[in-house]
């Protein structure tokens, strides 16, 4: 059954660019307190958005495990993957869009500026039958992020204008 939805998935993954025309999709926002389930000890932290933020989402997105380029207030911009969904491991009520930034490892930013390009899909959300599938599937998310990002179509966005433009509330 697993092996069936990984490749149901990886089919999704490689739909023409064109079945997603709302990306790249541009985020921004503060970073609010998440769902405190401790996702650091999961050895992935997940800046949270407030749900102002995720209503401002296409109706269209597909909830699902996505990845793209993230920057803290001035800082630099880094890979990042992004859940976008309802977590049907934990079954929350409202959605929600974590993303981890990968390879970032400085002191909490509660209360900063975050900006993120959302790139590409990577996977549809699952429910899994222990917190140790969870973690595998993420590891191997972050594994896929950091390749398809080297990818040129990704690395113009680096440079893009919404990564260098100052917002009003970007501290
Ligand atoms: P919460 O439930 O409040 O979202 P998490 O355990 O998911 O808590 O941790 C997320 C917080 O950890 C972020 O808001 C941020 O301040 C901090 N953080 C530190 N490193 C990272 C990182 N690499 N990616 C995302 N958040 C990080
Ligand atoms: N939650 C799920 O219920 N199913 C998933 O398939 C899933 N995939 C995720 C992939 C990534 C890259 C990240 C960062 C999170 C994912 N989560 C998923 C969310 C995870 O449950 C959440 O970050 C923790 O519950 C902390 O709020
Ligand atoms: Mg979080």
Redesign the pocket.
Known sequence: MLIIRLLSNAIKSKLPKMSRPFLPLFIEGE?I????????ELGC????YPLSVVKTLPEQIEPGVYYGFAKIGGGPVYKMVANIGWCPFYKNEEMSI?????H???????GEYLKTIIVGYLRAEMNFDSLDKLILAINADIANAITFLDFPDAQKLVNHDFFVSSKLGEK
Do not use: L, W
């Open positions: 970073v307190k998440g769902f405190g389930r401790g996702s650091k932290p997940t800046a949270n974590e993303t981890h930034v990968i970032y490892c400085g002191p909490d930013f509660y």
